[in-house]
């Protein structure tokens, strides 16, 4: 954002400082006493310029600008140009320079004050004020006050964009999270339940036959160690990320790397051409070429029976194509397409306005060719989204700019009606070039532009313009009478920062072209002499918007790719925590306890058979129970208690849905009491209902109800109970934290 902000304050000074050379290049003579100091003021405008790209804004700049307007200015008006508008751009120069570095109402100060002590020079020296006439300054002030303005609405849209940004990088890694976990979850719970427990079950059945024991325990042990080294491969085992296209538009880049992730072989994506020049592509185009390339990779694996298919991308004026080859089978003599190519391409493709076709490949394999009419809207879209995607929303932004310097060439219109009546039917031009710019500045509100509301919109604006300009008495181009024609800037400046630079640079064109023309067209319009006054008015604020525009679009591509890169490493690393933190929360136990003793039986040192051995099978079946439907509830000293009161004859099941940590909250104290005066009883720990929070634990059949009450008055927080001859139930606390 910030060098996309000085960027277009450099570009600015860079065209002021052409419209003061250029009348050394096509009017003046060398030994023209204006040379020298109209030079010196173009070429610190470029150093300064140059200075702000390099090193960004400082005082020393404004100061330098400063001086060169005091000292240099007068010079020029002691030798006057016709036509000539220098001082005021050196003014401006500076006005827009301390808005950027200082508080409005200074930087505004010091325009008035270096305008009063320019005009008090002039009256010292006896010369003529012709320099700095009412109207430059008005729109000096205006400029300064537009500057500072739009730049802090940019900031400030920054600052609120980022935080959307951010807010939906947290919701996008928490998808990925619950993705992950979910992933983790799922093989976790299988291994243990197919796994883990089928071969528990088989050890502790002493009717089972055993001849195939230890195969089945090696077996079962392979697959605990290799759920186990996805989540404790080191750094350098995991698979890289792979960086997205960053060559290709976005639009183009997304689709790559949607299509990559989904395909079941590898995709290769070759541009034909410069990938920059692929266009970009409308929301629904995108979505149907994805959804068709995607059935082309697919079926290239089904039927192809191919490892790798290639993407192959390229547009012309009027038709994008995508075309997936294969090295395959080949689609045949005589090809037909079924329900997937009819269902997943024609229809889609046929949607948008598109077609496709199965052809063999020469030299064997298949060619899936998809074709989507070229969209020029999508281009407006695509470049209004990109601005609005760096700047945020455009309406402060729009409006900063649109309101100070329509006001100011409001107030010069009246000025110069109040000088010259007669020119009063042109305040009409006026009022019309308010509502362009009200329009404008509306519908950046709103979706953004298209492209039949561009041609409208410079359509009316050139009708406009030729209409102010064929009212314009003579020699009005000259001076501040051809207003009409700079309140064109207005409009243009706002219009064009969010437009694609080929587009901009046509729109601005053709209003160049209209003010070239015109003193063509009628010679008394300018005296026989180059409207370079009015050539600059149109020319010097749009360009900048248009600079500024571009290189926003630009930084945020290069952006948005970064974010990208980002993104995902995050969430691979994030993945690959929250995967073992879930793994280990099922595997704990089976890692530390189950696989040594699998081991043993696999390589002999246990035997299968032994009554140890089903005894101790019955136990780890139990515990690997509990981490099946309540991982994370115990710890080891809990899980320990536990093992001893199931070794004594006792049962104790855990019911799916218990939050992990269990043994840390009033529930695992209460367990941890019930234990010993529940000897050879069956518990049943049940989690919590809907919108309760207690969970349930029953014991059959009950304790002593003096055990119970001692149980309640040591478990150092109250819980609920129900005893009868039959059973005991105890309702306790198990609210988030408690305990």
Same mark, same amino acid.
């Given at each position: 954002?910030?060098?996309?902000?000085?960027?277009?304050?450099?570009?600015?000074?860079?065209?002021?400082?052409?419209?003061?050379?250029?009348?050394?290049?096509?009017?003046?003579?060398?030994?023209?006493?204006?040379?020298?100091?109209?030079?010196?003021?173009?070429?610190?405008?470029?150093?300064?310029?140059?200075?702000?790209?390099?090193?960004?804004?400082?005082?020393?700049?404004?100061?330098?600008?400063?001086?060169?307007?005091?000292?240099?200015?007068?010079?020029?008006?002691?030798?006057?140009?016709?036509?000539?508008?220098?001082? +005021?751009?050196?003014?401006? *120069?500076?006005?827009?320079?301390?808005?950027?570095?200082?508080?409005?109402?200074?930087?505004?100060?010091?325009?008035?004050?270096?305008?009063?002590?320019?005009?008090?020079?002039?009256?010292?020296?006896?010369?003529?004020?012709?320099?700095?006439?009412?109207?430059?300054?008005?729109?000096?002030?205006?400029?300064?006050?537009?500057?500072?303005?739009?730049?802090?609405?940019?900031?400030?849209?920054?600052?609120?964009?980022?935080?959307?940004?951010?807010?939906?990088?947290?919701?996008?890694?928490?998808?990925?999270?619950?993705?992950?976990?979910?992933?983790?979850?799922?093989?976790?719970?299988?291994?243990?339940? %197919?796994?883990?427990?089928?071969?528990?079950?088989?050890?502790?059945?002493?009717?089972?036959?055993?001849?195939?024991?230890?195969?089945?325990?090696?077996?079962?042990?392979?697959?605990?160690?290799?759920?186990?080294?996805?989540?404790?491969?080191?750094?350098?085992?995991?698979?890289?990320?792979?960086?997205?296209?960053?060559?290709?538009?976005?639009?183009?880049?997304?689709?790559?790397?949607?299509?990559?992730?989904?395909?079941?072989?590898?995709?290769?994506?070759?541009?034909?051409?410069?990938?920059?020049?692929?266009?970009?592509?409308?929301?629904?185009?995108?979505?149907?070429?994805?959804?068709?390339?995607?059935?082309?990779?697919?079926?290239?694996?089904?039927?192809?029976?191919?490892?790798?298919?290639?993407?192959?991308?390229?547009?012309?004026?009027?038709?994008?194509?995508?075309?997936?080859?294969?090295?395959?089978?080949?689609?045949?003599?005589?090809?037909?397409?079924?329900?997937?190519?009819?269902?997943?391409?024609?229809?889609?493709?046929?949607?948008?306005?598109?077609?496709?076709?199965?052809?063999?490949?020469?030299?064997?394999?298949?060619?899936?060719?998809?074709?989507?009419?070229?969209?020029?809207?999508?281009?407006?879209?695509?470049?209004?989204?990109?601005?609005?995607?760096?700047?945020?929303?455009?309406?402060?932004?729009?409006?900063?700019?649109?309101?100070?310097?329509?006001?100011?060439?409001?107030?010069?219109?009246?000025?110069?009606?109040?000088?010259?009546?007669?020119?009063?039917? +042109?305040?009409?031009?006026?009022?019309?070039?308010?509502?362009?710019?009200?329009?404008?500045?509306?519908?950046?509100?709103?979706?953004?532009?298209?492209?039949?509301?561009?041609?409208?919109?410079?359509?009316?604006?050139?009708?406009?313009?030729?209409?102010?300009?064929?009212?314009?008495?003579?020699?009005?181009?000259?001076?501040?009478?051809?207003? +009409?024609?700079?309140?064109?800037?207005?409009?243009?400046?706002?219009?064009?920062?969010?437009?694609?630079?080929?587009?901009?640079?046509?729109?601005?064109?053709?209003?160049?072209?209209?003010?070239?023309?015109?003193?063509?067209?009628?010679?008394?319009?300018?005296?026989?002499?180059?409207?370079?006054? +009015?050539?600059?008015?149109?020319?010097?604020?749009?360009?900048?918007?248009?600079?500024?525009?571009?290189?926003?679009?630009?930084?945020?591509?290069?952006?948005?790719?970064?974010?990208?890169?980002?993104?995902?490493?995050?969430?691979?690393?994030?993945?690959?925590?929250?995967?073992?933190?879930?793994?280990?929360?099922?595997?704990?136990?089976?890692?530390?306890?189950?696989?040594?003793?699998? %081991?043993?039986?696999?390589?002999?040192?246990?035997?299968?058979?032994?009554?140890?051995?089903?005894?101790?099978?019955?136990?780890?079946?139990?515990?690997?129970?509990?981490?099946?439907?309540?991982?994370?509830?115990?710890?080891?000293?809990?899980?320990?208690?536990?093992?001893?009161?199931?070794? *004594?004859?006792?049962?104790?099941?855990?019911?799916?849905?218990?939050?992990?940590?269990?043994?840390?909250?009033?529930?695992?104290?209460?367990?941890?009491?019930?234990?010993?005066?529940?000897?050879?009883?069956?518990?049943?720990?049940?989690?919590?209902?809907?919108?309760?929070?207690?969970?349930?634990?029953?014991?059959?059949?009950?304790?002593?109800?003096?055990?119970?009450?001692?149980?309640?008055?040591?478990?150092?927080?109250?819980?609920?109970? %129900?005893?009868?001859?039959?059973?005991?139930?105890?309702?306790?606390?198990?609210?988030?934290?408690?305990?």
């Amino acid at each position: 954002m910030y060098r996309s902000i000085l960027g277009a304050h450099a570009c600015l000074l860079v065209t002021l400082a052409v419209f003061t050379a250029l009348p050394l290049v096509v009017r003046m003579a060398p030994d023209d006493p204006s040379v020298p100091p109209r030079a010196a003021i173009s070429l610190v405008l470029l150093v300064v310029a140059a200075d702000i790209y390099r090193r960004g804004e400082h005082l020393l700049q404004l100061a330098v600008l400063s001086v060169a307007f005091l000292v240099l200015s007068p010079m020029l008006v002691a030798q006057p140009v016709t036509n000539d508008s220098t001082v +005021s751009l050196t003014l401006t *120069a500076v006005g827009i320079m301390a808005a950027r570095l200082m508080p409005i109402i200074r930087a505004l100060a010091l325009v008035g004050v270096l305008g009063a002590v320019h005009v008090a020079t002039l009256v010292l020296l006896d010369l003529p004020n012709s320099g700095l006439p009412f109207e430059a300054m008005v729109l000096v002030v205006a400029t300064a006050a537009a500057a500072i303005g739009f730049v802090n609405a940019m900031q400030a849209s920054a600052i609120a964009t980022e935080r959307v940004r951010e807010a939906n990088r947290e919701q996008e890694l928490e998808i990925t999270r619950a993705e992950a976990e979910l992933v983790a979850r799922t093989m976790s719970r299988r291994v243990l339940h %197919d796994d883990v427990l089928g071969t528990l079950h088989l050890l502790s059945d002493p009717n089972a036959p055993m001849r195939n024991a230890e195969q089945q325990c090696r077996a079962t042990a392979e697959v605990i160690r290799g759920v186990l080294a996805t989540s404790e491969a080191p750094e350098g085992d995991r698979d890289s990320v792979p960086a997205p296209d960053e060559d290709l538009p976005d639009t183009w880049s997304d689709l790559v790397a949607q299509l990559r992730a989904s395909a079941p072989v590898d995709v290769e994506v070759v541009v034909v051409g410069r990938p920059q020049r692929l266009p970009a592509l409308p929301e629904a185009q995108a979505a149907v070429l994805l959804r068709a390339a995607g059935e082309g990779v697919r079926n290239a694996a089904r039927h192809g029976h191919v490892e790798a298919a290639t993407v192959r991308l390229s547009a012309d004026r009027n038709e994008v194509r995508v075309e997936v080859l294969d090295r395959g089978l080949g689609p045949g003599t005589s090809p037909q397409k079924g329900f997937g190519l009819r269902e997943s391409v024609e229809r889609p493709l046929a949607a948008v306005g598109g077609r496709s076709a199965l052809l063999p490949r020469p030299g064997g394999g298949t060619v899936l060719l998809l074709v989507v009419p070229r969209d020029t809207t999508g281009v407006l879209d695509h470049a209004y989204g990109l601005t609005t995607g760096g700047l945020g929303p455009v309406r402060t932004l729009a409006r900063t700019v649109a309101v100070p310097l329509t006001l100011a060439w409001c107030v010069i219109a009246a000025h110069s009606v109040l000088d010259h009546p007669s020119t009063w039917p +042109s305040l009409v031009v006026c009022a019309g070039w308010v509502l362009i710019t009200a329009s404008i500045v509306r519908r950046l509100e709103g979706p953004g532009p298209d492209a039949r509301w561009v041609v409208l919109v410079v359509g009316a604006s050139t009708v406009l313009q030729v209409v102010g300009i064929s009212l314009l008495p003579d020699g009005a181009m000259l001076d501040f009478r051809s207003w +009409s024609i700079g309140m064109c800037a207005v409009p243009l400046s706002v219009l064009v920062l969010s437009l694609p630079l080929p587009v901009g640079l046509v729109v601005l064109l053709l209003q160049v072209l209209v003010v070239v023309v015109a003193p063509q067209v009628e010679p008394d319009l300018t005296n026989g002499l180059f409207p370079w006054g +009015s050539l600059n008015s149109v020319i010097t604020p749009p360009v900048p918007a248009l600079v500024l525009g571009t290189l926003i679009r630009r930084q945020g591509r290069a952006l948005r790719s970064q974010r990208r890169r980002e993104l995902a490493l995050d969430q691979r690393r994030a993945v690959e925590e929250w995967r073992a933190t879930t793994i280990d929360l099922y595997f704990a136990h089976v890692r530390d306890e189950v696989l040594p003793w699998l %081991d043993g039986i696999a390589d002999g040192s246990v035997a299968p058979d032994a009554p140890d051995t089903v005894a101790r099978a019955r136990i780890l079946a139990s515990a690997a129970r509990d981490d099946l439907y309540a991982p994370g509830f115990f710890d080891e000293g809990l899980r320990e208690e536990v093992a001893r009161f199931r070794s *004594a004859g006792g049962t104790v099941e855990l019911r799916a849905g218990l939050e992990p940590g269990g043994h840390q909250r009033t529930v695992g104290r209460v367990l941890r009491g019930l234990l010993p005066i529940a000897t050879g009883r069956r518990i049943i720990v049940t989690p919590p209902a809907a919108q309760e929070g207690k969970v349930r634990i029953a014991v059959v059949p009950a304790p002593l109800a003096a055990d119970i009450d001692r149980l309640h008055d040591g478990a150092g927080t109250g819980f609920d109970s %129900d005893v009868d001859d039959f059973r005991a139930v105890l309702l306790v606390d198990d609210l988030p934290g408690s305990g």
